[in-house]
């Protein structure tokens, strides 16, 4: 989140300017299909945001946070 802060919000501050001393909290991140959905495996998901990527809707929490961050990495 903290990450998704300093992107979004034009922080003066950057990650190269501080070090990380000690992990707070962790947070685990579930992808979820409708069960008729061609989609089975993340190599389904990867393929169809390449072949289609408009097909692919996202639901999720606040810009910034972890699962936004999730779908952006992926």
């Known amino acids: 989140v903290m990450v998704g802060a300093i992107l979004t919000n034009a922080s003066p501050v950057n990650l ?7 992990r707070l ?13 061609p989609i089975k495996s993340m190599a ?3 393929e169809k945001l390449k072949s289609d990527p408009g097909s692919v809707s996202w639901g999720g929490g606040s810009a910034g946070g972890t ?6 990495l992926i």
């Open 44 to 46: 389904d998901l990867v």
């Open 16 to 22: 190269s300017q501080v070090t990380p001393i000690a």
């Open 67 to 72: 699962d936004h961050i999730t779908a952006g």
């Open 25 to 37: 909290t962790g947070e685990f991140e579930a992808l979820v299909v409708p069960a008729a959905s």
